[in-house]
């Protein structure tokens, strides 16, 4: 966190980072991971101070996946759906789709 603060102090000394996606994902991975304290240095947020977990960044590889707990178990990624068309010769999917993994199932 140390290195992250001085990394974040040199790119914001320039400014010629601020556009860029690798300084917006560390900018995001600091402010729903991290709290700076009253005298200034950063800690990690415990669990119960983390706003919307099913919505922080888990890996900067992937930025859209995320982590929920749903039917008893944990879920880390998407979710995907399909449409499967039943008939008498059998079973068809029509459609499908993914989508972040922050919707209830019902």
Known sequence: ???ADILIKICDSTGDFDDTSEYQLLIRLLKERTIIDDDGSRRLRQ???VENPSEVLLNPSDPEATFRYKAGGKHLGYVGN???SVGENGSLIIDYDYQQNTYADN
Do not use: A
């Open 1 to 3: 966190m140390k290195d």
């Open 47 to 49: 669990k119960e101070e």
């Open 82 to 84: 399909i449409v499967e």
